[in-house]
DNA sequence: TTTCATTGTATCATATTGCGATACAATGTA
DNA sequence: TACATTGTATCGCAATATGATACAATGAAA
């Protein structure tokens, strides 16, 4: 290796870097793990994991089940949810406004924002027909397969959206989920037209989703309003008529200031 | 150091635990941090947080402003709750019956768990009325100034919960936080009496909170549903009437099974 | 504008840590 | 009961991480 990535590795902490994959080991399927499906999933040798194992549990990142030797996460994993969303001024300046939305509209009302090719909620203001995923801070979902990340490409220029929609990755939810990126392009320039984003059965079938773009002082997308409802009650038409024109008040009154 | 010390030794990875360290220097005052700040509020060698905040960077759980060289969280730190949420069976079950209560009564309704001699917010349905620092998971705040905090003592048999009225930790809120042990150990006994905990003025001036435990299958307590109002609509005798019997059924209802 | 203080970056000799191989215990399954 | 799998404990050793240090960059005060 070259003097340059030489000089890169020596400020890389390799044990540090190891341990926090335990961290990453858990999510929506795996609640608690032992230490040989830990070191499975890292890729970890046994010895590292349970060295790894041991001091998150002792600095109280994992919890240990004595009795099943099984580890799970602690209320840590949850509080650093909390320095997170102190720190991200788009998520204190739109926290009010998502809750007005949500009481003026009565559905489920949440705030996205891109993270590499997918979104991350960062709010999530339930109403009686939310799933429990769809209640959860936290949530990565490909933004090529939601209207939230549909809405933020839309508002991208042209040639550096259309590398976003041949390149990332997408995932099926529901039999319906969309992979066809010739739909997903059709979509996106409509709603580049539009200024929001309408999804249907995407995530949840009978679910229908729609999204409109924060845009920063700097005029790039920081982030997406999201409104969903149900398939069973609500059309693309009525939707247009009764929840866009909220969503959109609300989406452009967040645009943050320049720091 | 003994035998038994050094086997506890060779087991734990300081490297892992110091980095660690990093990540918890954020909080709901320091949104952003430069690597002298890191290091003076983690205690760390400046060349050691040089290193572990590069880790960190490279490994996506800091961003870094390269303008300003200060460091910040990542969408890595929320995505931790998420994983966290999925965890615990009680949120998982608590869930959708908190958003039909908050449905019901129009308030601010909360989850909570204890955790040492802390209480951490798990599960948060925000009103119109609800404070930023409200509506977020994974904070937490010492049992012995919450509601949620002595509704749960108060479901421990009574040497428990004396030594922790005794010897917890005590933060002042407000000028009016109470501070006295004497009054605490009132209050968690007349909630021992009633079923729920009442309080005013405790994180929030002019706010009534009321909570009820949620008991585990063992008898022990798990958790807190929580109401909080504004004083200034409600009296206790009201929240009482109104709210205090939809709380007890919630929170009745929210029973965990024997894994 | 200059000077000084503070913060950030880069380097290196070295001691200590963490590694991974291994043995054995405990548990689960057939 | 026997075997497979998982978890725990140990140790020799190489590589990592340490912290001291020098210097660059930036900010603040005079």
Not at 92 to 101: H, R
Request: aromatic residues 6%; hydrophobic residues 40%; charged residues 25%.
């Amino acid at each position: 290796m070259s003097t340059a990535d030489r000089k890169q590795d020596t400020l890389f902490v390799n044990s540090l870097a190891k341990g926090l994959r335990l961290l990453e080991a858990f999510d929506e399927e795996h609640h608690s793990l032992g230490l040989s499906e830990l070191a499975k999933r890292t890729g970890l040798d046994k010895s590292a994991t349970q060295r790894f194992a041991n001091t998150l549990h002792q600095t109280g990142y994992l919890m240990k089940d004595e009795a099943t030797r099984r580890f799970r996460p602690s209320h840590k994993f949850a509080e650093m949810a909390y320095a997170y969303l102190w720190s991200d001024p788009v998520v204190q300046l739109a926290m009010p406004k998502l809750i007005e939305l949500s009481g003026r509209l009565g559905e489920t009302i949440n705030m996205a924002e891109l993270s590499g090719s997918d979104i991350v909620y960062v709010a999530r203001i339930p109403c009686q027909r939310t799933t429990f995923a769809a209640t959860l801070v936290g949530r990565r979902v490909p933004a090529l397969n939601t209207s939230g990340g549909r809405a933020i490409l839309a508002t991208l220029p042209e040639t550096e959206r259309r590398a976003c929609i041949e390149n990332w990755p997408l995932t099926r939810f529901t039999p319906e989920t969309t992979q066809d990126r010739d739909r997903i392009s059709e979509l996106v320039e409509e709603a580049a037209h539009l200024g929001y984003s309408f999804s249907r059965n995407e995530l949840i079938l009978k679910e229908i989703g729609v999204a409109a773009p924060i845009i920063g002082a700097d005029g790039r997308p920081v982030a997406a309003v999201h409104c969903s409802v149900s398939a069973y009650h609500w059309t693309r038409e009525k939707v247009e008529q009764d929840i866009v024109p909220f969503l959109l008040d609300t989406a452009n009154s967040i645009t943050p200031s320049v720091r």
